[in-house]
């Protein structure tokens, strides 16, 4: 239940992104921290601010959208997701959709 929680809080933070085309940047990086803060509410175990790759995976099922998901966020390759990763992230589906 919790999985399922987490990556529908994703999916839908991701969807007000990228077809909330009336927003200014600033909103928009405000929609995406709020994201990322609820999803470090539930995946974040350690409590260390950041996402690592293991925390992530617990999430979902199938391990190759996982994976796929894993490193598109993860930009550095560091293998962790910060709040700056997954905001820039977001920005940058919601300027491929506009």
């Known amino acids: 239940m919790k999985i399922l929680k987490v990556i529908s809080t994703m999916s839908f933070c991701i969807s007000l992104l990228i077809f909330n085309t009336n927003s200014n940047c600033q909103d928009m990086k405000k929609l995406a921290k709020k994201a990322y803060q609820d999803l ?21 099922k199938d391990k190759n959208v996982g994976e796929k998901n894993f ?23 919601q300027r491929k959709q506009n």
């Open 40 to 60: 470090l509410k539930e995946l974040d175990k350690n409590k260390d601010g950041k996402i690592s790759k293991s925390e992530f995976m617990k999430a979902w």
């Open 71 to 93: 490193s598109q966020f993860n930009q550095n390759k560091d293998s962790f997701i910060t709040e700056e990763e997954y905001i820039n992230t977001a920005l940058k589906f």
